[in-house]
Structure formats: structure tokens, C-alpha cells
């Protein structure tokens, strides 16, 4: 099993830094109790737009904490 690749909580969260365009990156839930925790810096005003895909019957749990703003779909 591989070990934990991003932080588990929101105060170990993984930080992107400064995002503006297109970033992309993978990771692995290792466990049935992997969370994954990540915080970044818009690098401009507007819309943000996030995709996941999940494998192996994974159900995606995404949410925004400390911060402002929601997801849909």
C-alpha cells in the first residue's frame, strides 16, 4: 500500500501556492479512510472549475473549508 501523498487534514492541508490557468495533478487514496486536503491561492478573479475522476467504485466527498464558495453537479 503506498503511503499518504497529501495532507490529511486542513491543517496539514498540501498547498498548491499560486494557481491561475490550467493545473492539473494526481494522487492516490490509499486506505477507505484516506482524506486529502489541499489549499491554493487564486491567481486571478473569476470562476474556478474543478474535475475529479475516480476509480474502483470511489465516491468523490469534495468540499470547501475556511474559504467561500461551493461545488455542484
Known amino acids: 500500500m503506498p503511503g499518504d501523498d497529501f495532507g490529511s487534514t486542513s491543517e496539514t492541508a ?3 501556492g ?3 490557468g ?3 495533478f494526481a494522487g492516490v487514496i490509499g486506505t477507505v479512510t484516506d482524506a486529502d486536503y489541499f489549499t491554493f491561492t ?3 478573479t473569476g470562476r474556478a ?3 475529479f475522476d475516480t476509480t474502483h467504485e470511489l465516491k468523490l466527498d469534495a468540499k470547501v ?3 467561500s464558495g461551493s461545488f455542484t453537479g
Open 18 to 20: 499560486k494557481v491561475s
Open 14 to 16: 498540501h498547498s498548491l
Open 22 to 24: 490550467t493545473t492539473a
Open 42 to 44: 487564486a491567481g486571478q
Open 49 to 51: 472549475t474543478f474535475s
Open 65 to 67: 473549508v475556511g474559504g
